[in-house]
């Protein structure tokens, strides 16, 4: 038996379905079918005919049932890492210990030249806090990303990851995509990546304001061919890209009719990055409109949508609060939202 059979059959074997607390909850499901099967069903397909190696997550957040293939294993998180990173920023903010008008300098050690602009800064450059954040993930710059794990500590990032109980994720090296060794070092799962977006979406990863600044951030994200490529224009994403070599990953929030979603689709050991993206936008497409589908099932049985906080405005992420998170009285550095990145400007390492 091959891996990749092994893994999918691992992955439809363990398949569960986790019901957030809802009145009456046998009255309301037929035990007998799962309203998801269908969905389970498509994905189980993808995946048999899929590229590399895969791993799947979906959860609807208005009754927290899941679907998904290989769920919990263990794969190269490549730039899908930095949500953990901006996690353990805002965890430090909440603390005090930071503030987004800290300012940090470029060292040598803090330069990747695998994506980003700051590779190419003079050392001593300075950024705050506030548009390293927005560099890390809505431009995916590795080396805003080794600027935050060198002030934030990558043992705390990993702790932290651990006390939410994510049990694949981990940091053991800063990002160095020159090395192959990258692979080993930045890792995750689906079911993780879901987890922290299902908190994110909840108001409730550090804490509300936290979460609704994050949420704002992935919102911005400029890297969008993937997850959002075949749904329409129109649907929000909060989302986070990853691109390493062999490996290509998407996993985010997808707010469709307003009633949202966390999907995370990892792909690795892929022939080419080409098959990866077809991969991963027709899973995205399958979860769509099979989740449209459900949407209808659980309004016929009277159960309540998830009346989620709509993600802000761009232009208004991280918008100053000097009462609770600046450290000093300055006035918060303005940054610009960048330009938008080219639909299919995926590059290895980012």
């Known amino acids: 038996m091959t891996k990749r059979w092994r893994g999918l059959s691992l992955g439809l074997i363990a398949f569960a379905i986790v019901l957030a607390p809802l009145p009456s909850r046998a009255a309301i499901f037929d ?55 901006m996690v353990e920023v805002f965890k430090q903010m909440e603390a005090g210990t930071l503030g987004l008008n800290t300012i940090v300098h470029l060292q040598a050690r803090d330069k990747d030249y695998g994506w980003g602009d700051l ?67 930045l890792r995750t799962s689906p079911k993780d990546m879901v987890t922290l977006l299902d908190a994110i979406a909840r108001d409730r990863l550090v804490d509300s304001w936290s979460s609704e600044q994050m949420l704002a951030i992935l919102t911005g994200q400029t890297h969008n061919s993937l997850l959002p490529m075949l749904l329409p224009k129109d649907v929000k994403i909060a989302h986070k890209t990853g691109s390493l070599h062999d490996t290509l990953n998407d996993v985010g929030i997808v707010y469709h009719d307003d009633e949202p979603y966390v999907i995370a689709v990892m792909t690795t050991e892929l022939p080419s990055l080409g ?36 993600p802000a405005p761009i232009a208004q992420a991280l918008a100053p609060d000097e009462a609770m998170w600046n ?18 400007a995926l590059e290895p390492a980012h």
Do not use: C
């Not at 899929?50 to 979906?58: E, K, R």
């Not at 027709?282 to 906080?309: H, N």
């Open 31 to 85: 035990a007998t079918q799962s309203p998801l099967d269908s969905l389970q069903l498509q994905l189980a397909t993808a995946a048999i005919h899929a590229p590399g190696h895969v791993g799947i997550a979906i959860e609807d957040l208005a009754t927290g049932m899941t679907s998904g293939i290989n769920a919990s294993e263990s794969l190269p998180a490549a730039s899908t890492i930095k949500i953990p990173v």
């Open 119 to 185: 590779a190419d800064a003079r050392l001593g450059t300075v950024r705050s806090i506030k548009a390293l954040l927005w560099a890390m993930i809505t431009q995916s710059d590795n080396t805003a990303t080794n600027m935050l794990i060198r002030m934030v500590g990558r043992g705390h990032i990993n702790a932290t990851m651990s006390d939410l109980g994510l049990q694949r994720t981990h940091l053991t090296d800063d990002i160095r995509s020159e090395t192959n060794a990258i692979r080993y070092a």
């Open 275 to 310: 098959v990866g993206r077809s991969f991963i936008r027709k899973v995205s497409r399958i979860a769509y409109d099979q989740l449209g589908r459900f949407t209808a099932w659980r309004e016929e049985r009277g159960i309540a949508a998830f009346s989620p906080r709509k």
């Open 327 to 344: 450290s000093a009285p300055a006035k918060m550095l303005d940054i610009p939202p960048p330009a938008a990145a080219a639909e299919d």
